[in-house]
Every structure is written in structure tokens, then in C-alpha cells.
């Protein structure tokens, strides 16, 4: 069975911009979730959908945001792209609640 | 607030030796707690987890201790390996229906020979 694949797996962006990542979850996992790592502030959880529906939401500003499709798969945004964004962003799927939690390699995104 | 406390930031076992590293939560609501292993350049992989009505697990040379009334937990890891050497977190999550896992802020373990 396939993990959890994340893409792009690595992304350079300026100041200002903005990006999109995206997560494949193992086939037949129903809930996504996503976190952002830094050296500083450790994991963090940002947001979690489950049939296309955010149920929770971490303490990011809304510059941060997601979504999740029919399928599955899911997407998180980041506009307006600042020099603190620079991060691993991780994406965990689960086949729903109280299913452990399966994490994919991240996007490390880099910011210039 | 950080809810999930995690000690030691890093750790040096001789090989063969027993790891442990030790997390301490302060939310009741709390009622699942994973470990998860991480290697440089790879997402966290779930090592093994733990639900609050046993006070140990063990799979394979991992064991979980989980104290309750204390509100703490521990991972064992008996005869460490150097290819044990990596990152471990400990994490909590809450109630059915909430998939937000709150980290401890890591453990780096060094295993040498």
C-alpha cells in the first residue's frame, strides 16, 4: 500500500508570493491533516479535513489555508508568503477518527 | 501554551543499552498518545501508541509506560541499535473526533557503538 506523498518535495518562493502544496493520503484514508516543523517551534498542527470538510484549525493566520477534494487528496495554501514561512510542511492521513495518524516525507519550502 | 513537555532534548546510549525518554501532559481530554521516530529528510514514522486505559504496550524492543494519575508517559527502547539513532517525539491527541495531535518538542537519540 502507498504512503502519504507530498509534492512539490522541495519549493524556493520569494516574499510576497504564494504557494500551493499538495497530499495524496493512503488509499482509503478519509482524514488529512496538515503541520508545519521548524527548529524553533517544533510541530504544529495547521488544519484538518475530513470528507472535504475542515473540522479543526490550528492558531496560523488565515494567510494559511486548505482544502480537500472528492478524492481525498488535499491542498494547503500559503499567500502572501513571508520570511517566517519557511518551514517542512507535513501532511498526515488517517482513515478517520480515533485511526492512526501516517505522515508523508513533507515539502520543505524555502523563502528568499 | 505547550501542553505536551518532552524530555531529554537529546540523549547519548551506548549500544545495547535501554533508551528512555519521557513526556508529561497537562490536559485531561487527552486520550491517545503516539510516538513517533524521525530520520533526516523523512516525515515522522508512528513507532507505536498507547490508549490511556493500559499503563504499558510494548512492540518488539519499544515499550510505552503510561501513568495516569501522574499524567505522564514514557518510551523505552531496550538493546538501542545504532540504527535507532534519529529524532522521537512524543505526541497527544483528544477526544473521538479530534485528529489535532499536540508534539512534545523532541528527543534527539544518539546511539553509539
Known amino acids: 500500500k502507498a504512503g502519504v506523498t507530498q509534492t512539490p518535495r522541495y519549493l524556493i518562493k520569494t516574499r510576497g508570493q504564494q504557494v500551493t502544496l499538495s497530499c495524496s493520503p493512503i488509499?482509503?484514508?478519509?482524514?488529512v491533516s496538515w503541520y508545519q516543523q521548524t527548529p524553533g517551534q517544533g510541530l504544529q498542527f495547521l488544519f484538518e479535513?475530513?470528507?472535504?470538510?475542515?473540522?479543526n484549525k490550528g492558531n496560523f493566520p488565515g494567510r494559511f489555508s486548505g482544502r480537500q477534494f472528492s478524492n481525498s487528496r488535499s491542498e494547503m495554501n500559503v499567500s502572501t508568503l513571508e520570511l517566517g514561512d519557511s518551514a517542512l510542511y507535513l501532511c498526515?492521513?488517517?482513515?478517520?477518527?480515533?485511526?492512526?495518524?501516517?505522515f508523508g516525507d513533507g515539502t520543505r519550502l524555502s523563502i528568499l | 501554551q505547550q501542553q505536551v513537555k518532552q524530555s531529554p532534548q537529546s540523549l547519548i546510549v551506548q549500544k545495547g543499552g535501554i533508551s528512555i525518554i519521557n513526556c508529561a501532559y497537562e490536559?485531561?481530554?487527552?486520550?491517545?498518545f503516539p510516538w513517533y521516530q524521525q530520520f533526516p529528510g523523512k516525515g515522522p514514522a508512528l513507532l507505536i501508541a498507547?490508549?490511556?486505559?493500559?499503563s504499558e504496550k510494548k512492540e518488539g524492543r519499544f515499550t510505552i509506560s503510561f501513568n495516569k494519575s501522574a499524567k505522564q508517559f514514557s518510551l523505552h527502547i531496550m538493546d538501542s541499535q545504532p540504527g535507532d539513532s534519529a529524532t522521537y517525539f512524543c505526541?497527544?491527541?483528544?477526544?473521538?473526533?479530534?485528529?489535532?495531535?499536540?508534539f512534545g518538542t523532541g528527543t534527539r537519540l544518539t546511539i553509539i557503538p
Open positions: 498526515a492521513s488517517s482513515s478517520g477518527p480515533s485511526g492512526s495518524q501516517h
Open positions: 488509499s482509503g484514508h478519509r482524514s
Open positions: 479535513y475530513f470528507s472535504e470538510t475542515q473540522r
Open positions: 505526541a497527544a491527541r483528544g477526544i473521538f473526533g479530534n485528529e489535532k495531535l499536540t
Open positions: 498507547i490508549r490511556p486505559d493500559v
Open positions: 490536559n485531561t481530554a487527552f486520550d491517545y
